[in-house]
């Protein structure tokens, strides 16, 4: 009957007829009663002994799991693990990864001379890190003698040939040149030679930076002090408050401090024996600037707004001169002092422009307009004279024609008065002033309706003939013209003064006379 073969686990294999063999499997199974069966089973135990000894490509055709074969060509003994043959006691000896791998499987690369672990998912690189005739790249154990002879033994991160970063466990200098490390530092140190090379990420602590101890940077976190010099190289340069209410920057050229609150007031404080107080304000809603102590200016104060106010008891000028109008190039307009008096007219002490002098007057103006100033009336001045400019007293007098300067006058005509004539001696009053030192009755009217009359001093006088100094000066022959009193002379005419200088010509000119002087 026929043979029913089973596997170690039980499993039937295969049935093999009687008088029969089956070569199905590696080795050849015989049938009851098979002939010549003897050579079938030592041809059996020499494929056992030699374990199917044969070529790569010439290996077992069907295997069973766990059957053994030794592969002639790589010279390996492997297992069948029901799907491949895998290389017992080594790594599987190949130019690509295995198809089929389990957890701990062990490759060699043969292509690139490499060993790979299998992870359970992925082939993991065991060494070396660098492949055959490629460069080499990882952490690489290394020893050198340093500069004392003694033997130092560090780690250099590799990378493509290039030692990054070197680690040791201490100081030296190597008797070796190594790239970019002429002296090893103990600690993980970068190459000196490799551009752009540095650490990143997060470092927990540091002994310096730059070159600079740790304990020299100013920190942002908390206070701080410095004895050097800040300096911050941009426009827009210091914010300051939680809520970055004060800027300090520059813009173009200027300096610019701001408090960007709304209406925000910027307050200069001060120190005073202890207690803070405020110096300068700035009102933030107005541009106001108020100072609260004395405000002293050593140099030039120009002020260009249109009305400067000073609110003072006393206000102290040590300036002797107080210039007005400065710098007007155009038509000259009324320039002095206007005082506020409440409900009363204003008065002032102007130089009025239109009359070429000063005047002391009542106006309802308050100096806010530019121009001539609006007279209301002249107001009196009280003052004591040591001296004048001029030298006459003179008053203004409605005069029935127009008068040149010398001329002599008298009452009467179909106004005040009129021109001197022979005929009214007894009527002279007196000489048209040329530059009266004190002029009454000046608002009467202009020189040509309302001319002033020396009553008295020093004026110069129309007169004709030879005159000698201190001759009497009468009324003369011609309208308006005087003469000097000749001896020979009968009756009485106006005497007018007397002479202070000499002409010794015929012509009439002027004579500086003294008037009223009998």
């Known amino acids: 009957m026929a043979y029913t073969i089973n596997k170690t686990d039980g499993t039937a294999l295969v049935t093999v007829a009687d008088g029969a063999i089956n070569t199905t499997y590696s080795i050849t199974l015989i049938g009851k009663n098979y002939a010549g069966y003897g050579e079938v089973l030592n041809e059996n135990q020499i494929k056992l002994s030699e374990n199917f000894a044969n070529t790569t490509a010439n290996a077992p055709a069907s295997p069973l799991t766990g059957q053994t074969f030794y592969d002639t060509t790589t010279n390996q003994l492997k297992v069948y693990d029901g799907a491949q043959f895998k ?16 957890q701990g499987d062990l490759w060699y690369d043969s292509a690139n001379g490499q060993l790979y672990v299998y992870s359970g998912s992925a082939w993991i690189l065991v060494g070396p890190t660098s492949s055959s005739g490629g460069t080499t790249s990882g952490t690489i154990v290394s020893t050198v003698t340093d500069t004392s002879g003694v033997s130092q033994t560090y780690l250099a991160h590799t990378i493509s040939d290039n030692v990054v970063a070197i680690t040791s466990q201490n100081s030296f200098t190597p008797g070796t040149t190594i790239t970019g490390f002429s002296t090893i530092t103990a600690g993980t140190q970068i190459s000196s030679t490799i551009s752009g090379i540095k650490f990143t990420g997060t470092a927990t602590d540091a002994d310096a930076l730059g070159g600079i101890a740790a304990a020299n940077y100013l920190r942002s976190n908390a206070d701080d002090t410095t004895t050097g010099t800040i300096t911050i190289q941009n426009d827009t340069s210091l914010v300051l408050g939680a809520d970055g209410d004060v800027s300090i920057g520059m813009s173009s050229n200027d300096f610019n401090i701001q408090n960007t609150t709304a209406d925000g007031d910027i307050n200069f404080k001060i120190n005073d024996g202890g207690v803070t107080k405020s110096a300068i304000v700035i009102d933030g809603a107005t541009g106001d600037v108020t100072t609260i102590a004395n405000l002293n200016v050593t140099g030039n104060v120009t002020v260009s707004g249109t009305t400067t106010s000073v609110n003072t008891t006393n206000m102290e000028i040590v300036d002797p001169l107080l210039f007005l109008a400065k710098g007007k190039t ?45 007279i209301s009336s002249y107001a009196n001045m009280r003052v004591t004279a040591t001296s004048a400019l001029y030298s006459d007293l003179a008053e203004r007098y409605h005069a029935d024609a127009v008068y040149a300067p010398g001329t002599l006058v008298s009452l009467g005509g179909e106004k005040e008065i009129t021109v001197a004539k022979k005929s009214e001696e007894d009527g002279f009053f007196g000489v048209i002033s040329t530059d009266p030192a004190f002029k009454m009755n000046s608002n009467a009217g202009s020189d040509e309706t309302h001319p002033y009359v020396a009553l008295v001093g020093r004026v110069p006088v129309k007169v004709k003939g030879v005159v000698h100094k201190g001759q009497r000066i009468i009324v003369g022959q011609e309208d308006g013209i005087a003469e000097t009193e000749q001896p020979t002379q009968s009756g009485d005419r106006a005497i007018v003064g007397r002479a202070l200088e000499e002409k010794l010509y015929e012509d009439t000119d002027f004579v500086e006379c003294v008037v009223g002087v009998k």
């Open 87 to 102: 290389t017992t006691g080594s790594a599987v000896n190949s130019q690509s990864s295995p198809s089929a791998a389990a």
């Open 330 to 374: 155009d038509t000259a307009v009324d320039a002095g002092l206007i005082i506020d008096r409440g409900v009363s007219l204003n008065a002032g002490i102007i130089f009025d422009e239109s009359e070429d002098e000063f005047a002391v007057i009542y106006t309802t103006e308050d100096g806010t307009t530019a121009g001539n100033v609006a």
